[in-house]
């Protein structure tokens, strides 16, 4: 996929974890609100985990475990180019063992046919509403 990013691998040892955040740059603060953000992500798992190391979305109460081989793909966008709020993710902590993991962040540029704008943005004010409420 050319308009992707380049593979990313990670590694989890023993600890690792990763933060819980937002792929697309919207809801950091004081980072871009416009510009071509990443609109999915692919997670590869490279390996088993012994322990830990689930990838979680918490405002979904979703948790899934690296399995060598498997593979993780959401949309972090609306079509229409705002975030969704309940694609907070993080990584874990590896408890036994390590992760691994490959990440492709896929931007928009390349994808208008695969991935079109939609004709109604009912959801844009959901997601400035949320921002307000709950990321102080
Ligand atoms: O390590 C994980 O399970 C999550 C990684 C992640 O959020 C990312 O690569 O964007
Ligand atoms: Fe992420």
């Avoid at 819980?20 to 609100?33: K, R």
């Avoid at 704008?117 to 990321?135: D, G, M, V």
Wanted: aromatic share 16%.
């Amino acid at each position: 996929m050319s308009t992707a990013e380049d593979m990313n691998v990670i590694r989890y040892s023993v600890g690792g974890y990763y933060g819980h955040h937002y792929d697309s740059f919207h809801m950091i603060p004081g980072g871009p609100v416009t510009g071509p953000q990443r609109i999915a992500t692919w997670i590869s798992y490279l390996s088993d985990v012994d322990a830990g190391g689930a990838t979680v979305f918490p405002y979904v109460n979703v948790a899934v475990w690296p399995q060598r081989g498997s593979a993780l793909f959401w949309y972090n966008e609306y079509r229409w180019g705002a975030i969704d709020p309940l694609t907070m993710h993080g990584g874990c902590p590896v408890l036994v063992g390590a992760k691994w993991i490959a990440t492709k962040w896929i931007r928009p540029i390349g994808q208008e046919f695969h991935h079109p704008c939609p004709l109604h943005n009912t959801t844009i004010a959901y997601s400035y509403e949320f921002r307000k409420n709950y990321l102080k």
